[in-house]
């Protein structure tokens, strides 16, 4: 049998290749970790949901001091906002997060940390900094870059990612954003409350594409409403550097060609697989730009080499980066044959209200020929709502033909949280009966999760029919008082 240096070798010190690296080292695997940047953690701690999720913060309590008379407080005459004080606050949690993810923890967990650009020499070794390194599995887990479209003038024209909006010496005063999705909604969200002025450019006639239309365009309206601009159905025809200013033109699907100006230019288009500088060519794995060619149980052409992540160009979520990096475990380690699923997958755009789906939602019914009935509640009839000053929103709950519960969507405050329950629900094959039934405190948010269930049971509980044989049965005399 072949010597190897190791059991197990990951590329890609991020949300996918530290859970794999993890996992193998605690079960007592060989394990190899190699990153390429200086400092483990990947881009959900350095540039992703760590960074834009305590800017969002940040930019949420400075909008709730600008609406203190809402609350019945003073006006607060608020001053402009100092990024590099709000960069500081970003870097200050990186860092305590960044202890989680270090290279002693994981080398006392058991695993060989090594930093440096892999280069695959064959199907089991790399070659690192002039090192070759064998393993008997490989992970590839080296996630993905913001991806840059080939729009003329676009090259020359300096433009942001998201790897550059959280170092600002001072806050931009006008951005224009390519692409509406869920990194594009919740930074023009951020930055239009900071201050700055935004303008979202988005191809469709709907943003945050992969969600129902009802709930992505009540979003829309509340950023609307905040002040950021959007151009819809528009495509984009050119970029240019104006100097101080950057111009992008565009073209609606309706009118001539227009031109925008602003400071700077977000680039959130979607994302491209971190896999040109792997030599995968050369060990013959096949990938396009969106990510590897994977079986369902995350392995390449070659059964030992494996994928996780962002580079499966599936979901790209660190919750699934995780996932996937638990059935590489399973399968590579354990020699348990698992399956990626992702019907329940849950996921959340983190705009103010947040946007929460898990499972089916009525797009995604219809794309795959299921027929459902949808239930909802809306959040302005949650007391808790109201008193938080948080009425907008709603909860979808969808259920097939025979009362089964296929997906829910919360639009609303801590959405992200409240799918949680959902996450139970539809896993465990929870009845809407039982969840319906189940006492939830109250005053709390979490109490829609409850009603919706309820309003669908009334339905059936409260039903002429029933009420019939319950008359009949135990000789109840009806309605005691009617509509005027
Ligand atoms: C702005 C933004 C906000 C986001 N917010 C959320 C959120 O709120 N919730 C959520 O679930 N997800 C969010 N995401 C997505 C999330 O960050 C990714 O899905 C997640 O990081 C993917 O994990 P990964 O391990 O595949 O990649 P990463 O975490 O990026 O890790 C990949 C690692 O591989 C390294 N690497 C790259 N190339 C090589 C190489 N050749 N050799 C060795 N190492 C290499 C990288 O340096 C990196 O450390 C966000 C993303 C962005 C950009």
Redesign the pocket.
Known sequence: MANYDYDIGI????????TVAAGAAQLGARTLL????EA??????H???VP??TLIRTAHVYHLMKKAKEFGLPPVEVRPVDFREVAKRIQSVIQVIQKHDSEERFCNLGAKVEFG??IFRDEHSIDLNGKFLSAKNWVI????S?SIPPIPGLEQTPYLT?RD?YSFDRLPTSMIILGAG??AA??AQAFCRLGTRVEVIQRSGQILSNEDKDMADRVMEVLQEEGVAFHLNTSILSARDLGKEREVVIKPREGGPKSLKAETILIALG?EA?LK??NLEGIGVPYDPKGLTLDARLRTIHKHIYG????TGTY??????GYEGSIVVSNAIFHLPRKVDYTYLP??T?THPELASIGMNEKRAKAAGIEYDVWVEEFKDNDRSLAEGEPVGKIKMLLDKKGKPIGVQILGPRAGDLVSEWVAVLNGGVKPMTLAAAVHPYPTLGEINKKVAGTYLSSKIFSERMKKGLRFFFNLRGRACGPT
């Open positions: 590329l890609g010190g991020g949300s996918g290749g530290l190699v990153e390429k940047e483990l953690g990947g881009d959900c701690l540039f992703g949901c834009s999720k650009p892999p887990a080296t996630g993905s913001a998201n909006l869920p990194i919740e930074m994302r971190n500088s792997l996780a992540g962002d580079v790209q979520f660190t919750h699934a980066a996921w959340c983190y």
